[in-house]
């Protein structure tokens, strides 16, 4: 550990499901150029200055035996849990798994897959600088409120944002964040908001979608081969 500033732990989220992926497998286990698909931000992580330590949050077994069947020995990895029932409850657990050294914690959700290490670093900045700091894109759709058989509402874009991770969080707003929530969020920014802690906006980045379908795979497969994997 760097002792000059404060310790930085990713906890990368592999417990999804993936069921409308439909690989018969895992989320973080369906193949992706050549290996698992959590392997991708895993290794984003590891070569990310900006991250210290690793807590890898999934089916333990499985994601070992699947980095050591590829061959790859990442060294930041500090601690390794089960998923929980939720997303929620599975960062929880990894928040539980991170050693106390640690004082700013980035959340990751290994299905993008692309994120760069220059992303979670800049995530990272932000959240040393503020507190607390999330990807996110402007939305550059049309919006639409609608039912099925008509649209009632063009909504306006200016000031909308699709949110993504990496989202960065000192870890004493986060660990106070999960301990009060109320209710299921889909995005610990939520529910760290809710305690009135401001939250940064960094650039996102486009190519950092999330996989959840078979189509958004083949999308991820198609940008590796083409960049060289």
């Known amino acids: 550990m760097s002792g000059h500033h404060t310790s930085t732990a990713a906890i990368l989220l592999c417990a999804g499901k993936g ?3 439909g690989a018969g497998v895992e989320k973080a286990l369906a193949p992706l150029a050549g290996r698992p698909l959590f392997t991708w931000s895993l290794l984003a992580l590891e070569r990310c200055a900006a991250v210290d330590g690793i807590v890898v949050v999934g089916p333990v077994k499985k994601l070992r035996e699947m980095l050591g069947a590829c061959g790859l020995v990442p060294e930041k990895i500090v601690a390794w849990s089960e998923g929980g029932r939720e997303r929620q409850d599975s960062v929880a657990r990894g928040l539980r798994a991170t050693p106390p050294e640690f004082a700013t914690v980035v959340v990751h959700d290994c299905a993008r897959a692309l994120v760069t290490p220059e992303l979670v670093g800049r995530v990272v ?3 040393l600088a503020h507190g607390a700091a999330i990807a996110a894109v402007p939305l550059e759709d049309t919006l639409k409120r609608a039912t099925l058989d008509r649209v ?3 909504v306006p874009r200016a000031g909308l944002w699709r949110a993504q991770t990496p989202q960065a969080f000192r870890r ?3 660990e106070a964040a999960h ?3 109320r209710a299921k969020a889909t995005d610990d920014a939520a529910l760290v908001e809710a305690l009135g802690h401001p939250v940064r906006i960094t650039a996102g980045d486009a190519l950092d979608f999330k996989i959840t379908t078979s189509q958004d795979l083949a999308l991820a497969q198609a940008w590796l081969s083409r960049a060289g994997g």
């Open 19 to 21: 069921e409308r992926l």
């Open 152 to 154: 009632e509402a063009t």
């Open 125 to 127: 900045a932000d959240a």
């Open 179 to 181: 301990a009060g929530a």
């Open 172 to 174: 004493d707003w986060l």
